[in-house]
Nanobody, 126 residues
Framework: QVQLVESGGGLVQAGGSLRLSCAAS????????MGWFRQAPGKEREFVAS????????YYTDVVLGRFTISRNNAENTVYLQMNSLKPEDTAVYYC???????????????????WGKGTQVTVSS
């Protein structure tokens, strides 16, 4: 049974940093692309970043490029999202997700991701 558990969210001032973690279990972690998505109140869930199984390929949405970094530790079955220079508009619930298919492709389409965590709240104050 695949499980994804996010942690590391919280309240931070604008310009600050947070590091989110997602602990995975129940599957062969290293062969799947993982992604981070976020959902702000009243908005649809949107793509943030994804990383291939080996960690060699990454993909970011434009609004976080240069501020956020996705990484993974396959020995610890964990994927991370380092968030720097946070802005109030980054406030959202952040979700970790795993692609349904094996492969190196990094994608942004929610439909490609089959397993989801319950999310962790990130609040950035101005």
């Amino acid at each position: 049974q695949v499980q994804l558990v996010e942690s590391g969210g919280g309240l931070v001032q604008a310009g600050g940093s947070l590091r989110l973690s997602c602990a995975a279990s129940g599957h062969r972690f290293s062969i799947y692309t993982m992604g981070w998505f976020r959902q702000a109140p009243g908005k649809e869930r949107e793509f943030v970043a994804s990383i291939s199984g080996s960690g060699s390929n990454t993909y970011y949405t434009d609004v976080v490029l240069g501020r956020f970094t996705i990484s993974r530790n396959n020995a610890e079955n964990t994927v991370y999202l380092q968030m720097n220079s946070l802005k109030p508009e980054d406030t959202a619930v952040y979700y970790c997700a795993r692609k349904g298919s094996i492969g190196w492709a990094v994608t942004r389409d929610k439909a490609d991701y089959v397993y989801w965590g319950k999310g962790t709240q990130v609040t950035v104050s101005s």
